[in-house]
């Protein structure tokens, strides 16, 4: 592979992440392809189905437990630096559906890393994951049956990171990540204290336990993969299993959504009439004049409108087969999608505002924010 290919390919949990390629990913870091095993999972949701999960690592034995009734857990998180988004409201949803298929559930607001990679202080964003905590209950998680909690007030975690700070080098810091200010190297410890969490004598010890997470963040899974090797004869540790969904498209046609570029994301709180907006304003894969739409049809594979439907808002595989099939053939054309696209979204989030506002006083109590 030459140099140039090298670097188009680059996974950074805090800053850019380029993917020209998904399948070279399986070369390079050698994540396993998804699909082979989409056959063996009793229920798949919407994601796994539709190839948006596209890697894993050990998801196997995973299956194995849901399958068989077995123990795991999952483990996820937010970080708490602003409302919910189209890329918080994915891994919210796949750890509601691990849930759902029985796995020992954790949610964790990473107020650390928010503040040694946004400087959010901690008191700030204790309120701001208020709002999140509740938009995730209102989405379905059920926190009877889930363990929440903030990374800066979990001395199990701490303590993990701490006793796994003996065995990382600066120079395998630099290789994984790249050089960073030792605070991100902290937070990174940090989550890996999170990911083995599930596995601490406390919850019932070693466990498997998959992470279902964006691309961008496998580097926090291998350096967490290698320290629950480290340590596996003092813990036992099961090397955790994840799961790699991609990252969906800007509005704009930039590769990922990102907080840099304000239209290139909406937030599930933003007012109806900006997303309208921006949803108006966002990149497709139509044509210049409708004639030429109605006679070549558009593109889906490049258009963010489709992508947002495909991902998000159309719940039936049957509907988004038939959105493909109607911009491909000419059928429908980019103004008539838009103004659909910006209905469902409405209507999907005046829908969950309702729910969410009952679910404050539950966040609160569970991050004892007042
Ligand atoms: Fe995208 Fe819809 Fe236009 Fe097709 S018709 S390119 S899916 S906006």
Redesign the pocket.
Known sequence: MSKNEKEKTRLDPWGITEIQDYERLYREFGIKPFKPLLQEIPEPNMFMRRGIIFGHRDFERIVEAIKNNGEFAVLSGIKPTGEFHLGTLMTAREIIYFQKQGAKTFYCVADVEAYEDNNIPLEKSGKIAVGNIADVLALGLDPKKAYIYRQSKEMRVRDFALIFARKVTLATMKAIYGERNIGLYVSALIQAGDILLPQHEDFGGPKPTVVPVGIDQDPHLRFTRDLAQKFRGKYGFVLPSSTYHKLIKGLDGSPKMSKRNPMSYFTLHEPPEMIAKKISN?F???RPTVKE?REL????E?????AI?MFHFMENDEEVIK??N???SGN???G???QR?IEIVLRFIRNLEEKRKKFIDKAREILQVE
Do not use: F, H, M, W
Not at 302 to 306: A, E, L, R, T
């Open positions: 966002a497709t894969g139509g739409q049809g558009g593109i889906p490049i258009c963010s409108v489709y439907n959105l493909y109607d911009c491909k429908i054309i980019c008539e999608c838009k696209t």
